[in-house]
């Protein structure tokens, strides 16, 4: 076993250094490198199950698995060019290892998250071999069996080869592995310590602390799990102990780790998706996000004021080491300065992730007290290496969706569908869409939901007239909720693991803590001055009025707390206050905004004057 670990951590860290050197030089030709990310993430992701597994029935399958990932990405890699010119006339030797590669990457990505992509993409596959007798929407064609694992396995610019794996090679794998430097050279001992300083003396303070904390994390990470691993140690047995129940603490964390993924100036792996499929600058990407995460992060916060509010939470102090955390500082300050000054400098997103890793780690070694071992360091390189690969094998997966959706036309079908559905109605175009959404999202998998569903929802979007960015940002928001609703909830599991709760109540707590957020996408289509479109000044301050009182008013009816404890009258008048912002947000009637207001006031009001007479206790946050 521990020979497998050297072999693991030599692949690893020698599959960083060929990620780092290739942002600088470009060694080999773009297929080439596609090839090689490819066949270094199969034999890290089989390497890492072989050092989890002991059975040894499987031990020998994992190393079958192994030497077939090598014979299958060293074919493609001596015969690249002879590939690309015979892509429509493979000999059987090219069906064979096209047939192989396939399979180990649908074994990779069931190894990695589970059976339920690895099970979509072959229904996906199969499904137009008996789509020809479907009517529409519902009709597809299909090539012959051949043409189809060429299309699928071999062909170098499409399939497992298509946009997803190019995306994970030269977009997504070093920021993996960025902000598993970041927790080896312990940058992450500053969130904590600015968390504490921030929120130490509030009544909600370890919750409000949770998203603070996990906001920061969010920034160098944009890992929902890593998140929830870095910051709930601390944060969820201090909520715990304050009064929050084990599903309550593991929702806040959960939630508030989630948002992460929508957090500038690195967000989650399906942001840099979006860059790599849109082309839209990746930099745009982030400014045009921070408006969504400050409203995403707000709403968690009014939440846990109300309800460390109704539970009467007693403050409690949280020492904070000034010293250190100004000591400290530089390990996340710099690296996030780098980041940002070199995309306003247009660089591109490899180079970028190259000088962040480099700064981080070259800070870390100037003090003592945070200088990592070599040990620690190479650990840390080989756990976001593998984490990297995980995606990497996942992203090819998606491909062989990617590519039976584009050459049978049933990405076409499922657009012209969206529209027959709706009615041509864009709201119930919106409603179908999170549905889909939603369910793509059970796989527990963000990149998987955007990277599916973008592919025919956007253009649908677009037929109806909604413009690019707004369209791919309502999927991108809408499939990070995979990761806190039910039924698979990863960042709900993982959190009630931390918090000893249990994992359903956890995740309908964090779909609590959500209400308000789960509206937000569709704020993007009808506020555009949220994604910073251009929007007419009546407009857009009647709109950021509306989304205030929605992101209140959900949580005090879901808490039932404003103030005071409220009654039932009171929990059914602030959802009416934020279902009629929401109508005005999408009919633009001013009456319906004024009515909204009315019951706001109104609410403020009744509950202030009940805390004055003491029918209530009007608390601090």
């Not at 409220?566 to 009515?595: D, H, K, P, T």
Request: aromatic share 10%.
């Amino acid at each position: 076993m521990k020979t497998i670990e050297i072999v693991t951590a030599i692949i690893g860290t020698s599959t960083f250094l060929y990620h780092m050197v290739y942002t600088q030089y470009l060694v080999q030709n773009t297929v080439s490198h596609m090839n090689t990310h490819l066949g270094l993430a199969l034999l890290l992701v089989f390497l890492g199950t072989l050092q989890k597994t002991k059975r040894t029935g499987w031990r020998i399958s994992l190393y079958v698995l192994l030497l077939l990932a090598v014979l299958g990405a060293t074919y493609v890699q001596l015969n690249v060019e002879e590939l690309q010119e015979r892509a429509w006339f493979n000999t059987s030797l090219d069906l064979v290892i096209g047939a192989m590669l396939i399979f180990l990457v649908l074994e990779g990505t069931r190894e990695s998250f589970g059976s339920l992509v690895p099970v979509l993409a072959i229904l996906v596959v199969i499904y137009p071999f008996f789509g020809q007798y479907f009517p529409e929407p519902f009709y597809s064609t299909s090539l012959p069996i051949k043409k189809t694992i060429a299309n699928l396995g071999i062909c170098l610019s499409r399939g497992i080869y298509g946009t997803a794996l190019s995306v994970s090679a030269t977009y997504i794998f070093l920021w993996v592995v960025f902000g598993s430097v970041l927790q080896a050279t312990g940058g992450v001992r500053f969130f904590m310590q600015v968390g504490r300083l921030i929120c130490g003396r509030l009544r909600s303070g370890p919750a409000m602390m949770a998203i603070v904390t996990s906001s920061l994390v969010g920034m160098v990470t944009g890992s929902t799990s890593a998140n929830i691993a870095i910051t709930g140690s601390f944060t969820i047995p201090l909520m715990k102990k304050i009064g929050f129940t084990p599903e309550e603490a593991g929702a806040i964390e959960a939630t508030a780790s989630n948002g992460g993924q929508i957090m500038p100036p690195i967000m989650g792996v399906a942001a840099f998706a979006m860059a790599g499929i849109t082309g839209i600058p990746y930099l745009k990407i982030a400014t045009i996000a921070i408006i969504p995460a400050i409203f995403y992060f707000f709403t968690c916060g009014v939440y846990v004021v109300l309800m460390a509010g109704k539970l009467r939470i007693a403050p409690m102090t949280e020492k904070v080491d000034v010293k250190e955390l100004l000591l400290s500082g530089p390990l996340f300050i710099v690296p996030l300065a780098i980041i940002v000054i070199l995309f306003l400098l247009d660089y591109t997103v490899m180079f970028v992730s190259f000088w962040a890793i480099t700064s981080a780690i070259v800070l870390s070694l100037i003090r003592k007290e945070t200088r990592p071992s070599l040990g620690t360091l190479i650990n840390g390189l080989t756990r976001g290496a593998i984490a990297g690969a995980q995606i990497g094998v996942m992203c090819a997966c998606v491909g062989l969706i990617v590519t039976t959706f584009t050459m049978t036309g049933l990405g076409v079908e499922m657009t012209s569908g969206i529209e027959i559905w709706s009615g041509g109605s864009l709201l119930f175009a919106l409603v179908i869409i999170s549905s889909i959404c939603i369910v793509m999202g059970m796989m527990g998998i963000t990149l998987t939901a955007y990277l599916i569903v973008s592919m025919f929802a956007a253009p649908a979007l677009m037929k109806m007239g909604v413009d690019l960015v707004p369209a791919h940002f309502f999927v991108l928001f809408v499939s990070i909720f995979a990761f806190v609703t039910p039924p698979v909830a990863i960042g709900a599991l993982v959190a009630s693991r931390l918090a000893g709760g249990t994992y359903v109540k956890t995740a309908i707590e964090a779909c609590k803590i959500n209400g308000a957020n789960f509206v937000l996408p569709l704020l993007f289509i009808y506020c555009p001055f949220i994604l910073l479109q251009p929007q007419e000044l009546p407009e857009l301050l009647g709109g950021i009025v509306a989304t205030l009182i929605i992101m209140t008013t959900i949580p005090m009816g879901i808490v039932g707390y404003f103030l005071v404890r409220l009654g039932l009258v009171e929990r059914v008048l602030s959802f009416i206050a934020a279902i009629i912002s929401i109508l005005y947000v999408v009919f633009q009637n001013y009456m319906l905004l004024g009515g909204a207001i009315g019951i706001f006031i109104l609410l403020g009001m009744f509950t202030y004057s009940r805390a004055k007479r003491g029918r209530g206790v009007v608390v601090s946050p």
